[in-house]
């Protein structure tokens, strides 16, 4: 990874030091991490939308129109994993569980897994 955001549905206060939330449409904050020439450039916080109506797609909405192109999550439903690629963002699971921080040097270790639809939960 050159260049790229990456978003992790983050517990309160957000941040590297965060656990990462069970539920990627439920969670409080999303921690966006800028990666430059391989390492953490720049660490913001986005408030998670309320998960109403379609609520599956405003964080694919949310999260792409941030320039998100990779998105870490521990579970996610058929629908916003299919929405989350037809977006262009990648969405990894992480292999060990850690805070922020460690799944972010995980994932630039290559130390996560691609999510495939197959491995996408229900519904949503």
Do not use: K
């Not at 262009?88 to 290559?110: E, K």
């Amino acid at each position: 990874m050159t260049m790229s955001m990456i978003a992790v549905p983050s517990e309160l206060p957000g941040g590297l030091d965060a656990p990462l939330a069970e539920h990627f449409g439920r969670c409080p904050l999303y921690t966006l991490v800028r990666i430059e020439a391989g390492a953490i450039a720049t660490v913001t916080l986005l408030p998670g939308p309320d998960h109403t109506e379609g609520g599956c797609m405003i964080p694919v909405r949310l999260l792409a129109s941030q320039g998100v192109d990779s998105l870490v999550a521990g579970g996610i439903g058929r629908t916003p994993l299919m929405g989350f690629l037809s977006a262009g963002i990648q969405v990894y699971r992480p292999r060990t569980p850690g805070n922020v921080g460690a799944t972010i040097r995980a994932l630039l270790d290559g130390d996560a897994d691609l999510f495939t639809p197959q491995q996408a939960c229900g519904g949503h």
